[in-house]
């Protein structure tokens, strides 16, 4: 029994267009920093896990960028035949472990700003899940009401940072109303989408919650080290529900504990979350270019690196280039960035 | 006695920067069509004049251009030895006329949307020039309180169009209070930088309040043909006072005249007089790029060749790409391009 990972980087979002693409989508980029977000990731985990236990799953389109980008085995890069949401993703992954391995499982495009106490956190939800038959979520402390996030309730009203609490409820995204009713609560916690389990516990819940992957898990179990292994992984996934962990097997099982956490976490979902966490100058603005004349300029964010960029007069701003393509559009309204992406 | 046109062309302004450069100054770009401004003049001028009778004034440095862009002869460009202002290029331009020559100097960069109305003031003003021993000045009808040109008045309270006025007095770019003011007299017109006269009209104005100039003109007239000429020039040229034919000659000589004029004139002085005359879609719009994807964007300018924009929420916008570079500023305050172009 040892303690694995499993980086989820099979994502295809737009969200970071014109940066982001279908051929490289968001974690293969430098968004918080000089690494990719998978980068940031795998060092991040890495200082609590040897590298030959960190798997990562990924489309097989994107395999060359794993490569590119980390320095890891190749047999523990886990290509998905076919893009099957989470639930999928991390039973597949779950075959190439032992079943009394406790795994961790990590989204590989999110910001953690303080990685010590991220770590500390983890170290808590591992012990909890080798002593219990539990799946353990980190809950995010909420710093506003945000409704973009689904939540995490628990039934203590003062529940404290670090302790692991029994989930009462997982809630879809709120409205606003909603989101500022969960955040006076205190008993409301954003969905990290990061999991801590052994992987037996989680094999009972695929059987009790979702039979058919709970069988094809076992089957390709079974075959593994087989000659015809990956012909038969291509036919099992295929035929898989596409559905997440969360709504699979998280909101229906009852073995789901939590931990509130607090450890300057993003999801960096949008340009406009990017900006709420860059460094910016004393005018609110955040500028990245080859070189720049800036005249009464105020909270924005310009990305233009190999670029020169003059800019005068205006705010909230957001304005991001790539190659031949330029994106301008007001701060605060980045959600439209998806659909534009696909115009 | 024949009528010829000189056509100046030795700006070398950054008021249209990132496009324009000391290098390539606005005359030489395409700003208002997909012919450049220089073109445009030639091509407009040329439905009066033969193109033997045109002849352009320039830079050195911007030799090339002038070939590249005008099917002209080579004895017809004229090119100045050092940048010594509009007084010094027309008297060196009046060299290679005949002192009974009536002359038309036209600035090399302004737009004219009405050419038949344009071509009818000027057959008016040679007429005259034809006539008396004056210099005629076009003055532009103003339609709104500009203070970014000089005005000339008139005494007359009710003055006609394409009628031939003295003028009273030139006056400086007022304040917004005083442009209100001469609007509203309907006796002030726009300088807009074209005059009309007989050679020998303006040379007798040189040898009265620039007799400096006239000098280098007589004598320069007088080498004409022989094996130092150019020589001759370069060294009384450099010598030559910079100082505009306004202020030499213009608001000093009592042989002004001026016609009141209306034919679509602008001096295309910024990015924004370029909005005005651009044309625009419902929303106020003009967009030029490879590709746009445009989502509640209101009354912008995007000059963006070759590129691929994608714009959303924002209003009252300049965009202008030319290269690398990227200018971005609010609508109305493209007066500070000059100066983000020198930093």
Redesign the interface.
Known sequence: MSVKALIMAGGVGKRF??KSTVDKPKQFLKITSDKTMIQETFARINRLIPKENICVVTNRDHENHIFAQLDIPKKNVLLEPAMRNTAAAIGYGMVFFDTDDILIVLPSDHYIADIERFLGTLRVAIEFARNNDAIVTLGIKPTRPETGYGYIEIEDISPELMQVYPVKKFREKPNLETAYAYLETGRFFWNSGMFIFRIAVMEEAFEMYMPQLYRAIRSMRTSKGEENFYEMVEEEYGKLESISIDYGVLERATNVYVIPSEFGWSDVGSWDALYELSMKDNNGNHIEA?ES?V?DVNNCMIL?E?????????ED?I?I?EG???????RG?SQ?VK??AK?
């Open positions: 267009w014109p080859k004349i005249r233009a190999g670029k020169k960029i003059a800019i005068a007069h205006v701003l304005v280039t031949d393509t330029i994106l301008i559009m007001k309204t439209d659909m534009m115009e």
